[in-house]
């Protein structure tokens, strides 16, 4: 099983930036390895924000699309999500996932897809 550790969540102001880190225990390279970030508020289910595939494809949610940015640094074993132009809806728990086997892109911002999750990092954006 392979771990994953979020960091870098914290309490911004609107229209503030913020970069979340996922820290990844080593992982057997494959061909097919998909990063995503995903968040949630209680009450709601948890929604797609960005992911990638290892390779550089990335696809976003509608609402994600110019203020957030998913990318990979392989030498670290960590994925970022860099958040700019926050707003008070961004306020959620952020949550890294990763697979390690192939999936279609139209399924890479569903939480089925995944099978490894990090415990989340609290954002907070106040208006």
């Known amino acids: 099983q392979v771990q994953l550790v979020e960091s870098g969540g914290v309490s911004v102001q609107s229209g503030g930036s913020m970069r979340l880190s996922c820290v990844l225990s080593?992982?057997?390279?494959?061909?097919?390895?998909?990063f995503a970030w995903f968040r949630q508020v209680p009450g709601r289910e948890r929604e797609g924000v960005a992911s990638?595939?290892?390779?550089?494809?990335?696809r976003y949610a509608d609402f994600g699309q110019g203020r957030f940015t998913i990318s990979h640094d392989s030498s670290e074993n960590t994925v970022y999500l860099q958040i700019n132009n926050m707003k008070p809806e961004d306020t959620a728990t952020y949550y890294c996932?990763?697979?390690?086997?192939?999936?279609?892109?139209?399924?890479?911002?569903?939480?089925?897809?995944?099978?490894?999750w990090g415990q989340g990092t609290q954002v907070t954006v106040s208006s």
């Open positions: 990638m595939r290892s390779s550089g494809y990335t």
């Open positions: 080593s992982y057997a390279s494959t061909d097919f390895v998909y």
């Open positions: 996932a990763a697979r390690f086997s192939y999936a279609q892109s139209n399924s890479l911002l569903s939480p089925s897809t995944y099978e490894n």
